[in-house]
């Protein structure tokens, strides 16, 4: 059960009744454009949608729900498309913050013992919808982590679902490259505007993105130049044709692979894929120069993060918090393909129910929604 928008009254809701949970967003609308708050809005219609969602409490809050994009009224009647219940909480009309908070709780109490009446279908892999980000890239991403990501989304374009990759700051000089597999040319036109823009953007600023990217990071790890992180990168999206360009979080129009124009930072990509409707996400994690434990749950909030690599160093710090290793590769028991069905039967396994070992901390942090303006 999803509270949004995050806050005082979604977090004490929360904590009272098991089963909810709620978006902290770093931004509540002011001092954004119309243009950030529509993609504000659009993000929170995308959650409420999420299919792993079962139904949604909106209330007026947050100091955004002042804005058109962002009304009470306007969330209510966009989520409601989905058939989902959707409650409302006014807090002027219910007497204040507690009494507030208090009405919230009934509902979501009413509302998370419906949802438990719900049981488990059997259905296709057709129905599933992922989103995958690389992070922390080295040698073994391009090599091996990303070519196992990009066999299990071809598995999926093939069986009919939906597979979403991004990092626009991460295609570049490869553009032409994915533009080439693009579905026709219009999505070809997309894949290149898509880069023009964020190089002048950049350029606006009197840098050049490659001195901004790779990171150092990277750098120590043994990544030479853009061009070469680029290179590696896309292996994830396997080989199919690209049927189109995404705008953060916007829900694609079919079934298929797709670009998404999106940033790189995790807790800004995964619910941009999140509220794109993808059940799960994947972080396919280098780790190279700063290989380190990690514990972090996923920031996608309504669907499960799961954490994958290919480095053997990455590996033997963070075994208890990696869901998947492919450095078998290297090690030579398993092939490409072996290792990308093993992921495969893993992704159905958490589909069906089992958790990530990020689902096993309650905790999220802020969520940074994707905005292409400044802060006035």
């Not at 280098?286 to 996923?298: E, F, H, I, N």
């Not at 393909?337 to 070992?357: K, Y």
């Amino acid at each position: 059960m999803l509270i949004i928008p995050g806050g005082l009254i979604s977090e004490k809701i929360c904590a009272f009744v098991p089963g909810t949970r709620t978006l902290a967003m770093a931004k509540s609308g002011g001092g954004m454009t119309s243009r950030d708050r529509e993609t504000m809005a659009r993000t929170l219609f995308g959650f409420g949608q999420n299919p792993n969602v079962a139904g949604v409490i909106v209330h007026d809050g947050s100091p955004g729900s002042g804005y058109p994009e962002l009304k009470v009224e306007r969330l209510v009647s966009e989520l409601a498309k989905s058939g989902k219940p959707v409650e409302t909480v006014y807090v002027r009309e219910e007497g204040g913050t507690l009494e507030s908070i208090t009405r919230g709780i009934k509902l979501a109490r009413r509302m998370v013992h419906d949802a438990s009446k719900l049981r488990r279908e059997p259905v296709s892999i057709s129905g599933l919808s992922l989103g995958v980000k690389c992070g922390a890239s080295d040698p073994t991403s391009g090599m091996v982590g990303n070519p196992v990501v990009g066999y299990l989304f071809d598995r999926i374009v093939e069986a009919g679902g939906t597979a979403m990759f991004g990092e626009t700051t991460e295609i570049i000089g490869c553009e032409e490259l994915l533009a080439a597999r693009a579905a026709n040319q219009e999505v070809a036109g997309q894949i290149l505007e898509a880069v023009r823009f964020i190089e002048e953007r950049v350029l606006a600023t009197g840098e050049d993105i490659r001195t901004v990217n790779p990171v150092p990071e990277n750098i120590r790890a043994g990544i030479s130049s853009l061009e070469e992180k680029s290179l590696g990168a896309i292996y994830k999206a396997g080989h199919h044709s690209i049927q189109g360009v995404l705008k953060y979080a916007e829900r694609p129009r079919g079934p298929g692979l797709y670009l998404v124009d999106n940033w790189m930072g995790p807790n800004s990509i995964f619910p941009g894929y999140a509220a794109a409707g993808a059940q799960l996400t994947i972080f396919q994690y280098g780790g190279g120069a700063s290989a380190r434990t990690l514990l972090d749950p996923s920031p996608a909030v309504t669907a499960p993060l799961l954490w994958a690599s290919a480095n053997p160093t990455t590996y033997a710090v963070a075994k208890e918090s990696l869901d998947f290793y492919s450095g078998t590769v290297f090690e030579g028991t398993e092939t490409i393909e072996e290792a990308g069905e093993r992921l495969l039967r893993l992704v159905i396994d958490v589909a069906s129910g089992t958790l990530t070992h990020g689902e096993t901390i309650n905790y999220s942090d802020p969520i940074e929604v994707y905005g292409l303006d400044p802060l006035f």
